[in-house]
């Protein structure tokens, strides 16, 4: 199993090209746990990059631990209902973390 800096950093490779051509956000990514980081997703016509740090333009600020993140990435988690039971927090435009979902294929895929 990869380490969630390893899945973070590959997003580029799983991103659903068709999906995400007219999207331009910013996500900050907060992790806690066992695997703490600091990560940013930009997408911007059609282009994904990730790096590690803060962003101070992120249209969505999400704060998680490890654990939670990695299930939801790998689909071991629902998303949806992780968020809604309190397991992470989201700040910022929602709209975006509800789209999430459809810009990525899961890194077992």
Do not use: C
């Amino acid at each position: 199993m990869p380490t969630l800096e390893e899945i973070f950093l590959a997003m580029p490779e799983h991103a659903v090209t068709e999906k995400i051509k007219n999207v331009n956000t910013t996500v900050q990514f907060i992790i806690t746990g066992d695997e703490p980081g600091e990560y940013v997703l930009r997408i911007a016509d059609g282009n994904v990059t990730v790096e590690k740090g803060r962003a101070d333009d992120a249209n969505l600020t999400i704060t998680s631990p490890s654990d939670v993140w990695k299930g939801i990435v790998t689909g071991d988690i629902n998303g949806a209902m992780a968020f809604m039971t309190g397991k992470f927090k989201a700040s910022g435009d929602l709209n975006v973390l509800m789209q999430m979902q459809n810009w990525f294929t899961s890194p077992r895929s």
